[in-house]
């Protein structure tokens, strides 16, 4: 009667190269999982940037709705608007001008 030793640990020898390069190289490897932890450690960062800047925005609607105050200011500040009887006064700061 023959051993089946040898063939059976060829065999199972085999099965664990084979589940040893699945673990690292290929889809679902080590590798992989890094690299996408990381995208979505970056993508976090981003979310909470535009989600700042979403409360920013919101906070901003709700006082551009709120009264005229805030619309008036951000036509002065944005726009260079002023109102009708009002006298404009630029201020240059002669530091940063550029001379000829």
Do not use: H
């Not at 450690?41 to 006082?63: C, D, F, P």
């Not at 951000?74 to 001008?97: M, N, P, Y």
């Amino acid at each position: 009667m023959k051993r089946p030793g040898r063939w059976l640990i060829a065999g199972l020898l085999l099965v664990i190269i084979a589940v040893q390069g699945r673990l690292w190289i290929g889809e679902g490897s080590l590798a992989q999982v890094n690299d996408l932890q990381a995208r979505v450690a970056q993508v976090r960062v981003e979310n909470s940037v535009r989600e700042q800047r979403n409360r920013i925005l919101r906070a901003e609607i709700i006082e551009l709705k709120s009264g005229l105050e805030s619309i008036e200011e951000k036509a002065r500040s944005e726009f260079g608007l002023i109102k009708q009887g009002e006298t404009f006064f630029l201020l240059v700061d002669e530091t940063k001008a550029q001379r000829p």
